[in-house]
């Protein structure tokens, strides 16, 4: 009979403190969602002011992740409060969450910090092509964990921030102009004034080699079965590839014209009598 009276009892505590919480319980709710929709249009508020204003795109992308999770963060601590958590409990709770995500997740704060580093110092923005971390691409997003790269073949490539704060990063439109140092063997029987001659006069005949800085040809080096001539060429960044295949295809044409010999290896087989 006494168990049947304390189960009554904690069955009507029970209950009691349902009905308490139930009004802060629909507020909380009625906060979420509301919340949420407030995050969701500052959000877009925020997207169409970067579209208005002729911001960095770099920057754009970043404090745009940046805020909206900020805003989640805000919202989830005001619902959290509208339960009836105190302030000072859920900032000690907060604290120690903290405390213990900073432990598990050291990766994710120090790519965090690496975004923070990328944007101060911009060693590249959106857009530029840059080598890093054994990966090539044009880089199509900067966040604030990670870095999209889009690579030549139209992969998606995604590298965390905190990699390319603290690795090697080449830009390679980082300068309006690039040079290329070309390399062709010829035979030793060959003649090494028309070969340069040849190249130096496919570097005038294109429009989109520079001038200026003008080309310059040498001997190399002189290696076992050729010599070894070095071109340097330079061409706008946006008109770089189209300028190395034409130095590639057109010299093996002049060269056939003119009779100077490419050197390949060559295998004899002799039979065994």
Same mark, same amino acid.
């Given at each position: 009979?006494?168990?049947?009276?304390?189960?009554?009892a904690?069955l009507?505590?029970?209950?009691?403190w349902?009905w308490k919480?139930?009004?802060?319980?629909?507020?909380?709710?009625?906060?979420?969602i509301?919340?949420?929709?407030?995050v969701k249009?500052?959000n877009r508020?925020?997207?169409?002011?970067?579209?208005?204003?002729?911001y960095d795109?770099?920057?754009?992308?970043f404090?745009q992740s940046f805020?909206?999770i900020?805003?989640?963060i805000t919202l989830?601590?005001?619902v959290?409060?509208?339960?009836?958590?105190?302030?000072?409990?859920?900032?000690?709770m907060?604290?120690?969450?903290?405390l213990a995500?900073?432990?598990?997740?050291?990766?994710s704060?120090?790519?965090f910090?690496?975004?923070v580093?990328i944007l101060?110092?911009k060693p590249?923005?959106?857009?530029?092509?840059?080598?890093?971390?054994?990966v090539?691409?044009t880089?199509k997003?900067?966040?604030?964990? &990670?870095?999209?790269?889009?690579?030549?073949?139209?992969?998606?490539a995604?590298?965390?921030?905190?990699?390319?704060?603290?690795?090697?990063?080449i830009?390679?439109?980082?300068e309006?102009?690039?040079?290329d140092?070309?390399?062709?063997?010829?035979?030793?029987?060959?003649?090494i004034?028309?070969?340069?001659?040849?190249l130096?006069q496919?570097c005038?005949d294109?429009?989109?080699?520079l001038?200026e800085p003008?080309?310059?040809?040498y001997v190399?080096s002189?290696?076992?079965s050729?010599? &070894?001539i070095?071109?340097?060429?330079?061409?706008?960044n946006?008109d770089?590839?189209?300028?190395?295949?034409?130095v590639?295809?057109?010299?093996?044409?002049r060269?056939d014209?003119?009779?100077?010999?490419?050197?390949?290896p060559?295998?004899?087989m002799h039979?065994?009598?």
């Amino acid at each position: 009979m006494k168990e049947l009276t304390d189960l009554q009892a904690h069955l009507d505590n029970a209950i009691d403190w349902i009905w308490k919480l139930l009004p802060n319980l629909v507020l909380a709710i009625i906060l979420l969602i509301i919340g949420l929709w407030v995050v969701k249009f500052l959000n877009r508020m925020v997207r169409k002011f970067f579209e208005r204003k002729d911001y960095d795109q770099t920057l754009e992308t970043f404090l745009q992740s940046f805020i909206s999770i900020t805003l989640k963060i805000t919202l989830f601590v005001l619902v959290v409060t509208q339960l009836g958590v105190k302030t000072s409990s859920l900032v000690a709770m907060l604290g120690a969450a903290g405390l213990a995500i900073g432990l598990a997740l050291q990766g994710s704060l120090a790519n965090f910090a690496g975004g923070v580093l990328i944007l101060l110092f911009k060693p590249f923005k959106v857009g530029d092509f840059i080598s890093a971390q054994g990966v090539d691409g044009t880089v199509k997003e900067i966040s604030i964990f &990670n870095t999209k790269l889009t690579t030549f073949g139209n992969q998606l490539a995604i590298v965390p921030n905190g990699q390319l704060s603290n690795g090697n990063v080449i830009n390679y439109n980082a300068e309006p102009i690039r040079r290329d140092n070309y390399v062709v063997g010829i035979g030793y029987g060959s003649n090494i004034k028309t070969a340069k001659e040849i190249l130096l006069q496919l570097c005038a005949d294109n429009d989109v080699i520079l001038k200026e800085p003008a080309p310059e040809v040498y001997v190399g080096s002189l290696g076992d079965s050729s010599v &070894n001539i070095s071109l340097r060429f330079w061409a706008k960044n946006e008109d770089f590839w189209q300028a190395k295949f034409y130095v590639h295809e057109e010299s093996k044409l002049r060269f056939d014209d003119a009779g100077i010999e490419i050197p390949f290896p060559q295998r004899v087989m002799h039979s065994a009598k």
